[in-house]
């Protein structure tokens, strides 16, 4: 038996082996994906420093280091359930049952897809399946694409495909339905594009947006730009503009697209079509958490983490014991947070299979995740911070009125 | 068309050079070892992996990391197997799966 299980080989469960090894723990990470790094794998960005951010590179060198440690790393298998007797888990994989002591999960987030008619057409696809397509197996998505859906996430990877010379003929929004809501309104939309201006890659494109960088300007964004929209790292935004339909018989030939009031109205008669052969769809990201249900493990809606988020504690730990979650099921942020949570994850891991001296450890790791948080380049929700005090909040409320 | 990067401005150039030989409905083509099947369809210029089994409509790969289930193929006679998460090897027999009978359905149809 192992003394412990990491589902997910993202930065988080990686991290958290390496840190269980260091403990002298024997640890197990089982990952469904052809390749260690998770979504790390995709990522690509030049930090102000001028330091591009290859994830394929941070992957490789955080596998290197657990492989050093004896880690054991089991790709290509699914966990399909997992369930607790006698004080240890039993993990179902496609391959066979595994037992463990303690678990992580480190399943990381899913993207939310959003319904506009005809996506189910062959070339479209999520945003992050180009990131993939593009950044790790080095393949085109498609020679054109229309990217639905404007947020953090789809403006790195538009610029990503431009990067590897995939053309993005548009960023624009989906039109407004029950689901669309928020990410269908041009003002809701900019404000939050407004965390994303200073990842350009180049200092004509910071032009732009510094120019958004205040209410007015906002608002003159939005109602001067009607119909041409504006540029962003040379692609054009159209927040004005909505798809309202995807088109094509057999695969994807292109898109409607249509004015939209401020409030996110289709203008009659302003349709138009644009030529395109693949569609990224970019509906935000949640955590990734059937196993913790499974297992039981309470849950919060917290928005600014993402959605339903187990509970946890500042440790890692779940109300459950033996239970520990890490990275972005606990909320979405992006990988250097992840890996931070995963040393958490990992000394609080330690310290209950009965290493001893630990407590400073753990308090640094939790102050240095803090700080990465603070420091962090790409935030996916503003308020993050406010949402993780939730779930503390939470915590303690569930831990005092437990028998 | 989708074709490889074989130069990327950050990521330089493609490592991977040892190409296998597959099948797809029957159809020969060639993939790297061990890049995902859907990738290596993709760069074959394959998007339609399935049809609907109901609708009929085609379906092709969706997410990309195994969320969505819309890449299901059958590979070497095992059904239900997710394209975007299965490594490419020598000699795989890949087939798509196709619209199911629902005879159910057709004789309500008929009779209403
Ligand atoms: C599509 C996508 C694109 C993203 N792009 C960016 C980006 O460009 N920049 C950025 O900062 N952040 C991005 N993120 C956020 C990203 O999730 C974090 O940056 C970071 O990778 C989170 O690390 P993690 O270890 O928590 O999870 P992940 O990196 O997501 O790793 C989780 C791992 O768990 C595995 N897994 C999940 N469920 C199972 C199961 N049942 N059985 C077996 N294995 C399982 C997955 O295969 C995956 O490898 C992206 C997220 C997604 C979903
Ligand atoms: S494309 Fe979604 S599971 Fe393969």
């Known amino acids: ?403 | 068309m989708s074709e490889r990067i074989y130069d990327h401005p950050v990521l330089g150039a493609l490592k991977e050079n040892e190409y296998v030989t597959f099948s797809f409905n029957d159809e020969e083509y060639k993939g790297l070892k061990d890049e995902s099947l859907a990738a290596a369809l993709l760069a074959n210029g394959i998007r339609t992996l399935r049809h609907h089994e109901e609708t009929g409509r085609p379906r092709g790969v969706y997410c990309n990391i195994g969320h969505c289930f819309e890449c299901r193929v059958k590979v070497n006679g095992k059904s239900g197997v997710r394209a975007c998460l299965t490594p490419l090897k020598e000699g795989m027999v890949v087939e798509s799966g196709g619209k199911l009978p629902t005879p159910v359905r057709d004789w309500r149809a008929e009779n209403e």
Not at chain 1, 139 to 158: C, D, F, T, W
């Open chain 1, 1 to 403: 038996m192992n003394d412990v299980i990491i589902i997910g080989a993202g930065p988080a469960g990686l991290s958290a082996a390496i840190t269980c090894a260091k403990n002298g723990l024997s640890s197990l990470v089982i990952d469904e994906y052809l390749k260690p790094g998770g979504r790390l794998l995709g990522q690509l960005y030049e930090e102000p420093s001028g330091f591009w951010w290859n994830g394929i590179k941070e992957s490789e060198s955080l596998y290197q280091e657990a492989i050093e440690l004896d880690v054991q790393i089991q790709l290509n298998t699914s966990v399909h359930n997992i369930e607790k007797e006698n004080n240890y888990w039993i993990i179902y994989t496609e391959t066979g049952i595994i037992y463990s002591e303690q678990l992580l999960l480190a399943t990381g987030a899913a993207e939310s897809p959003i319904p506009v008619p005809g996506w189910t057409l062959p070339g479209v696809m999520s945003v992050g399946a180009a990131q993939v397509m593009t950044n790790v197996h080095r393949i085109k998505p498609g020679e054109r694409g229309v990217i639905i859906g404007v947020n953090v996430l789809s403006a790195a990877i538009a610029m990503e495909l431009q990067l590897a010379g995939v053309k993005v003929a548009s960023l624009t929004l989906p039109k407004m339905n029950k689901v669309t809501q928020d990410a269908a309104q041009p003002g809701e939309v900019l404000d939050s594009l407004l965390h994303v201006s200073h990842m350009a890659p180049s200092k004509v494109i910071r032009f732009g947006s510094k120019l958004m960088n205040n209410d007015v300007m906002k608002k003159i964004g939005v109602s001067f730009y009607p119909k041409q929209g504006f540029k962003m790292w040379d692609i054009p935004i159209q927040l004005r503009k909505a798809v309202i339909e995807i088109c094509g018989e057999e695969a994807v030939t292109g898109v409607k697209i249509a004015t939209i009031s401020a409030n996110g109205e289709v203008v009659k008669g302003s349709e138009e079509h644009i030529d395109c052969d693949f569609i990224c769809i970019a509906g935000g990201l949640y955590p990734l958490t059937e196993l913790a249900a499974v297992a039981g493990c309470p849950f919060y809606l917290v928005e600014e983490l993402g959605g339903y988020v187990p509970l946890h504690n500042e440790q890692m730990e779940t109300p459950i014991e033996n239970l520990y979650v890490a990275g972005n099921i606990t909320g979405i942020e992006g990988a250097k947070v992840a890996i931070k949570q995963g040393v958490i994850a990992g000394l609080t891991i330690s310290g209950n299979a009965g290493v001893s001296g630990l407590t400073q450890e753990i308090r640094r790791a939790i102050k240095l995740t803090e700080q990465t948080r603070d420091n962090a380049y790409i935030q996916f929700h503003p308020d993050v911070k406010k949402g993780r005090k939730a779930i503390q909040e939470k915590w303690k409320d569930c831990m005092s009125t437990a028998p």
